[in-house]
C-alpha cells in the first residue's frame, strides 16, 4: 500500500490495553474523531506501515483500540512510543466554524488592527478550551525575542478563520 501524502499525526501510542494486544493511544484532540472513524492508521514503529483498525473506542480521554494483526500483549508493548497518522482525506467532515488543529498550525495571525502577532505553531487544551500557541514575528530591531503568545481559541478572541488565505484574526492587542 502506498504511503498517503497527506498524513497527519493524531496520536501516540502509550501502551497495551489489556491481555488480548489491544494499544492505548492519547489522542492530540479531546474528540478523537479521526481515531474513532478511520479503520486504516500508519504507525510508524519499527517502520511506518498501514495497520488495520478492528475496533476503537474512548477510555478516560484515551482512545482504546484493537488492531486486526496484533495478537497478544506483547506485541502491544512493543509499539509504546509510535506515532499515529491518519490521511487528512479520511478526516470526517466537521460543521461550519469547526476546525481540526492540524488545519490551524501554520497560519499567520493578525489582530483586528491588522498588525502581525506570529503563527500559529501548535494547539493545546487546558479542560476549558483548545489553546492556540503562536511564535511571535521576528523582529531584527529587537534583541531579545518576544515571548509565545497562548490565546483561548474562542468566540472572544477568534474574530475569522481563513483555511484560504491562511490567515486568523484575533482581537487580541500587540502587549497583550
Same mark, same amino acid.
Given at each position: 500500500?502506498? !504511503?498517503?501524502? &497527506?498524513?497527519?499525526?493524531?496520536?501516540?501510542?502509550?501502551?497495551?490495553?489489556? !491481555?488480548?494486544?489491544? !494499544?492505548? =493511544? #492519547?489522542?492530540?484532540?479531546?474528540?478523537a474523531d479521526a481515531l474513532l472513524n478511520v479503520k486504516t492508521w500508519w504507525i510508524d514503529k519499527p517502520t511506518? %506501515?498501514?495497520? $488495520?483498525?478492528? $475496533?476503537?473506542?474512548?477510555?478516560?480521554?484515551?482512545?482504546?483500540?484493537?488492531?486486526?494483526?496484533? %495478537? &497478544?500483549?506483547?506485541?502491544?508493548?512493543?509499539? @509504546?512510543?509510535?506515532?499515529?497518522?491518519?490521511?487528512?482525506?479520511?478526516?470526517?467532515?466537521?460543521?461550519?466554524?469547526?476546525?481540526? /488543529? $492540524?488545519? *490551524?498550525?501554520?497560519?499567520?495571525?493578525?489582530?483586528?488592527?491588522?498588525?502581525?502577532?506570529?503563527?500559529?505553531? &501548535?494547539?493545546?487544551?487546558?479542560?476549558?478550551?483548545?489553546? *492556540? %500557541?503562536?511564535?511571535?514575528?521576528?523582529?531584527?530591531? =529587537?534583541?531579545?525575542?518576544?515571548?509565545? %503568545? *497562548?490565546?483561548?481559541?474562542?468566540?472572544?478572541? =477568534?474574530?475569522?478563520? #481563513?483555511?484560504?488565505? @491562511?490567515? !486568523?484574526? *484575533?482581537? /487580541?492587542?500587540? &502587549?497583550?
Amino acid at each position: 500500500m502506498a !504511503i498517503p501524502d &497527506d498524513l497527519v499525526q493524531v496520536g501516540h501510542v502509550t501502551g497495551a490495553y489489556g !491481555i488480548v494486544g489491544g !494499544i492505548r =493511544v #492519547s489522542p492530540y484532540s479531546t474528540e478523537a474523531d479521526a481515531l474513532l472513524n478511520v479503520k486504516t492508521w500508519w504507525i510508524d514503529k519499527p517502520t511506518l %506501515r498501514a495497520v $488495520s483498525v478492528r $475496533s476503537a473506542k474512548l477510555h478516560g480521554g484515551d482512545v482504546v483500540a484493537t488492531l486486526v494483526d496484533l %495478537r &497478544d500483549r506483547n506485541e502491544a508493548e512493543a509499539l @509504546k512510543g509510535a506515532t499515529v497518522q491518519v490521511p487528512r482525506s479520511a478526516f470526517p467532515q466537521l460543521e461550519e466554524g469547526e476546525y481540526y /488543529w $492540524s488545519d *490551524l498550525i501554520g497560519l499567520d495571525v493578525v489582530n483586528l488592527q491588522g498588525e502581525a502577532l506570529g503563527k500559529v505553531t &501548535d494547539m493545546m487544551h487546558n479542560g476549558a478550551q483548545s489553546i *492556540l %500557541r503562536i511564535a511571535p514575528v521576528a523582529d531584527p530591531a =529587537v534583541e531579545a525575542k518576544a515571548p509565545e %503568545r *497562548l490565546v483561548p481559541f474562542v468566540d472572544h478572541f =477568534v474574530k475569522t478563520v #481563513s483555511l484560504d488565505k @491562511k490567515l !486568523i484574526t *484575533l482581537d /487580541w492587542g500587540l &502587549d497583550f
